[in-house]
């Protein structure tokens, strides 16, 4: 809330806080679940000098993710080689095996088949011995995030988690080939910008990008929103109510070929397109009838409408991977997030509000203080009484406000972790990043 100070007086009266009305968005759509930000610089990506061709033969994908992990010293002493469990104990056999009791309904044997083809042994449609430990190799074998450090490979456990199944079977955006695809048509669209307007430009990334979405059976986006990124603290934004694609105007004005800004608007527009992707998915699984779960509020209703003719089964492949993402955003632990965020508008509105009332009180001080200088008798001594009582007051405003930004710091932080948590971004983090690399290496 804007803080107005009042009219001056011969005496003004010193100014308090107005108290902030509460922020309650009408629906999660206020909370835009797409956001990549310059903190994608952090991120530990490595661009190394050699250049791959990359293409969507088996293990193309290894090959650059192994490309983008590079640029560190191949000359160092290798660390002695640990022994690895080439099994699974009895006992995280039965953990595996009861996991998957717990999640019949999600499981099937329908799913297990599928699995069980997938890594080439018997289908028999049950989470058996042959099954559980045929997943762990496939877990030590295979890695999620190959080209950032630190989080790289999946539990041994046995548990063909939806984060495993997108790895196992993937689809929509995070299709190899619609990767390779897209990064060389962003290429060939943004080679051709030199003469363009800006207007001209974000007319072919909207079609770039329905195009994209089309081939996945993905709605059109509505529009492209241009944004100011440095205000935004963002890169791109999607925002499902609208079903909208915001993008930073400096990324498309000032991108050129080969530049690390073209590079990085391709990673930000198959990032944000992949939420769309994210979202129509957990839509389609909302939309049926079976599941006991909500539509979602936040989605489009034009785009709503379209899911519920695609409706997702819980116990599919497809199900499962997009019931990691609705968990997220809407399941049980998900209001608890959507609170803290209400808290933090909250206090950025306390925080803007003290800070105007303190403004104000200093604007009176020096007034008064001008006109203490000026008069005398008994006015003089009024006047040094109202300088005494705002000094004190904006005293305890300065504290106060301290103690708000202290807990705006917090929940900063907590945001953050929020974010860092987020199925939806970690998934779009990592294929977004393997865009950007093809784009810079063709």
Sequence with gaps: ME??????TAAPQAQTAAQ??????STPELQPIGKTGPWRRSMGLKFPDARE?????????????????????????????????????????????????ARKDQYTPEVLKQIQQKLGIAATGKADVATVQAIAKWQRENKDWPYKAGDEKFSVDGKASAKLLEKMFPSGLNDWSQMVDFSAKARKAINSWKNLSLDQR??????????????????????????DGKAENAYGLFLASEWTISIDRDLIENCTKDSDKASRLADTLYHEMRHADQNFALSRLAANQE???PNPVDTLSS????????????????????????????????????????QFRALENKEKSISGAIKANEENLAELLVKFNKTSGQEKVDIGKAIKSVRSLIESQKKELANVRLELSQLTRKIDQMYDESPLEDDAWRIGGMVGYLYGHP
């Excluded at 993402?325 to 809407?330: H, I, N």
């Design 53 to 101: 061709t990359a293409q969507p033969e088996a293990g193309a994908e290894a090959k650059v993710a192994a490309k983008i992990a590079g640029n560190t010293a191949v000359s160092a002493k290798p660390a002695a080689a640990q022994p690895v469990a080439t099994k699974l104990t009895d006992k995280q056999i039965k953990e595996a095996q009861a996991w998957y009791a």
């Design 291 to 293: 599941t006991k779960y």
């Design 303 to 342: 785009v709503a409408k379209i899911a519920a003719q695609r409706p997702l089964k819980t116990g599919s492949i497809e199900g499962i991977k997009a019931n990691r993402f609705y968990q997220y955003k809407y399941g049980p632990e998900s209001e608890s997030r959507l609170k803290t965020r209400i």
């Design 3 to 8: 803080f107005k100070p009042k009219p001056k």
């Design 202 to 227: 974000k007319a072919q990334v909207i079609i770039l990008i329905n195009q994209t979405l089309a081939g996945i059976g993905v709605p059109p986006i509505k529009t492209v929103i241009l944004i």
């Design 20 to 25: 902030p009305s509460a922020w309650q968005p």
